[in-house]
């Protein structure tokens, strides 16, 4: 019995609920100048990315998204501007505004594109951060809409055969609707391994595996501190590094927003970002009826899901299957948050006169 | 000079003229009774993955194309229907039509819609094997088109932690028009290397790099024997399993066509295989002047290729640069075709009573 007490102990040690932190969050944004409807869209996307369990996206961010906004080099109110030039295209520019707000407009109106012209995309030009692609694609998903969330990001990666960061980590999310929840969303970046897992080894002074990262001097590194110096390396080789570097075409060139390495860094507090995006929906009833899709993929999931796996793995996992598990585990146990972290916000809390909440209570 | 004479011999050896091969291709179609247009197009198809080097989809298909038609299990006659539910949407059915035919037809319909709507999709149901996705998005990006062209294919890959064949090595090609020619034209399948590889692998009885494939038991290896009776393993493991089977969502469950292991091989000269494909265009100038998009790309493009390369490297290549210099070699000095492959063209030209081309000579 001693036992399981500590261990239900360690389940709910350092844990917080969602929607409580999604009231601090929301609370610390509008103590920034950000509208309430929209320093809660930036909220739930941080929570989101918490909740998937991509801390690297989550809470972290909250204090730079503010001292930017306090820098003066994100607007807290932008006028978001939407020209709609075809029947089936949008560009929605930003105005500097925060990523998920302008993101998350972006998508909306993509999906009011696919309602009358069958699949609609919006491309984001002065955007900031988005967060976690994941925001997007389920929003759109839940509409019913097949989706796909895609952004620039400052120069991190190294691109196939070269040696300095060049390329963003830039992320992909697709969604598909399954007719009855759960949906599949799969948000991924184009990276082998988050720049985090790298900063989390060199704080225990652990090797990374081989093939995360170069050091500065272009050689493969084990060493998670020279690695941190040099670039992390693309998942999948060449085809990898391929996929982020036309993400960048269409999410920076296509859009008019900056491309290539002359993206800002978040840290930067004296320049713009002028991230891109770019939005896609798709309606499900493209070319079949709505009652047909929804038979046909859930055919296909059960199909998958039910195919042989490998010694030691107890069964194949949909794309984006573990960030649904841990996202149903989080809601209900609560978000499990670093103590670093959490200093890192009580002391944003305290500065802005927002109460951090207190860890959630053993039921 | 003995020495360069003998060099310049191995180089023209085996060598064979790119628009000689087309003509006894097209040839060898017609006498299969495919129309002389299709047939052009299909050899064509076949051509340009011979030039592009890969090998694999080249004319080593031409005997299998020709067994499928003369089977009847493939229409060398189709009556292709095109259907329009929205204004940036078409169904193509193939009516069981050679791949090339169709994939071609449609992309040709992505881009008319994407003329008028800023982007345009065409989902192809009851098509067949597609060859090189690089075919089609040349076609449009020589228009001036963003485009991508994406493939189910019958089950030779496992997915992530499965052990048993699910996936087909769906290809995925994009192309990125540059203003003025050499045009970004990506295609890679979604294996991490193309069974091809192995099957010469195990004629050499040589081993196989570790991560290409699993036995049939599951277990990683690299015999490539084991292998070939195994299955080809997805390239960036989670993500690039992930992507493989968005392909079949998109390719075989959204359009109509077959998904998932139902999909039936070449080989399988008594079924149609009901391959769908799904082809994307998109304007360069959806959002900015096409003047500003060339600029655009062209300085992107600039800075990639001049970022500095990792040791033992020349310089960063851009995505599909490999396969256009072969391009350009191959188109120059003639197309290299192995003994065993030219035995089965001779074999197939006798046959039909079509010449097959004599090597190409030395100038």
Chains 1, 2 share one sequence.
Not at 49 to 59: F, K, N, Q, Y
Not at 321 to 347: C, F, H, M, T, Y
Request: aromatic residues 6%; glycine residues 10%; hydrophobic residues 45%.
């Amino acid at each position: 019995m001693i036992g399981q007490t500590a261990s239900l102990q360690g389940i709910f040690a350092d844990r917080y609920d969602s929607d409580a932190l999604l009231t601090y969050a929301s609370a610390i944004l509008q103590h920034a100048n950000v509208p309430p409807q929209d320093a809660q869209t930036v909220a739930r996307n941080l929570v989101l990315a918490e909740l998937r369990g991509v801390d690297s996206h989550g809470l972290i961010r909250l204090p730079v998204y503010t001292r930017r906004l306090h820098a003066n080099v994100v607007n807290a109110r932008p006028l978001i501007n939407v020209t709609r030039p075809f029947a089936a295209a949008a560009l929605v520019d930003g105005d500097n505004g925060l990523g998920a707000v302008v993101g998350l407009r972006a998508m909306e109106v993509a999906m009011e594109l696919a309602i009358g012209a069958g699949i609609g995309i919006a491309g984001v030009c002065r955007s900031n951060h988005f967060g976690v692609g994941a925001f997007y694609v389920e929003k759109a998903v839940n509409a019913g809409f097949i989706a796909c969330a895609i952004s620039n990001a400052p120069p991190n990666m190294a691109p196939f055969g070269g040696r300095e960061r060049f390329l963003g980590t830039n992320p992909f999310a697709i969604g598909i609707p399954a007719g009855s929840p759960p949906h599949l969303i799969f948000d991924a970046s184009s990276s082998v391994a988050a720049r985090g897992k790298i900063i989390a080894a060199a704080k225990a002074n652990q090797p990374i595996p081989a093939g995360w990262a170069l050091d500065p001097k272009g050689i493969p590194t084990t060493d998670p501190h020279e690695a941190l110096l040099g670039a992390v390396l693309p998942f999948g080789g060449a085809k990898g590094s391929a996929i982020s570097f036309l993400i960048d075409v269409l999410s920076g060139v296509l859009t008019s927003a900056a491309f290539g390495p002359r993206l800002n860094t978040l840290e930067n507090l004296k320049a713009l970002q002028d991230v891109g995006h770019v939005m896609i929906a798709i309606r499900r009833d493209l070319f079949i009826s709505t009652e047909e899709f929804n038979g046909r993929i859930k055919e296909l999931f059960a199909m998958l899901t039910a195919s042989p796996p490998v010694p030691g793995v107890e069964r194949v996992l949909l794309p984006g299957e573990p960030e649904l598990r841990a996202e149903a585990q989080n809601r209900e146990l609560g978000i499990s948050l670093s103590k670093e972290v959490v200093e890192e916000l009580l002391d944003l809390g305290n500065r802005a006169g927002v109460t951090f909440p207190s860890q959630k209570s053993c039921m």
